[in-house]
């Protein structure tokens, strides 16, 4: 049994080198090779949430939930933590949520879209990349 490959041709060659490969060269059935779409990190303000992107109506895998949820969930055990940004300052960064975005079509511009499993406008879209949060 392999990773799930991708049905589409948005992937790096070491991704699909990944799903192609990693049972053959590591001999296990114990992974799970999930991508992330965005880290939205607002470095001025000190705070980031994660994003997965859907298009065409499409939903997550039991297993990109799986992953995505434990990702999650150790963010959110660890915002407010104090960490060391690249410019060797120290920051309190709060961790915002993790949002998956379904356009029915492709964009926020060319039909309906959803975030976490209700529906939103493209207001609703700006606000969560602008603040962090929507409602």
């Known amino acids: 049994m392999s990773t799930k490959q991708r049905n589409d041709e948005?992937?790096?060659e070491f991704g699909?080198?990944?799903?192609?490969?990693?049972?053959?060269?590591?001999g296990s059935h114990t992974f799970s090779a999930q991508n992330l779409d965005y880290v939205?990190?607002?470095?001025?303000?000190?705070?980031?949430?994660?994003?997965?992107?859907?298009?065409?109506?499409?939903?997550?895998?039991?297993a990109q939930r799986d992953t995505h949820g434990i990702v999650a969930q150790m963010l959110a055990a660890a915002s407010?933590?104090?960490?060391?940004?690249?410019r060797g300052k120290s920051i309190s960064i709060e961790y915002r949520g993790h949002?998956?975005?379904?356009?029915s079509e492709t964009?926020?511009?060319?039909?309906?879209?959803t975030i976490n499993n209700k529906l939103a406008t493209k207001a609703d879209l700006l606000k969560?990349?602008?603040?962090?949060?929507?409602?």
């Open 80 to 86: 407010g933590a104090t960490v060391k940004n690249e």
């Open 40 to 62: 939205w990190h607002n470095y001025k303000q000190n705070w980031l949430i994660t994003i997965e992107e859907k298009r065409f109506g499409s939903k997550c895998s039991f």
């Open 107 to 113: 964009d926020p511009e060319d039909g309906a879209m």
């Open 128 to 135: 969560l990349l602008t603040t962090g949060a929507i409602g």
């Open 99 to 103: 949002y998956v975005i379904v356009f």
């Open 16 to 26: 699909l080198w990944l799903r192609k490969n990693h049972q053959r060269y590591i």
């Open 10 to 12: 948005h992937s790096t």
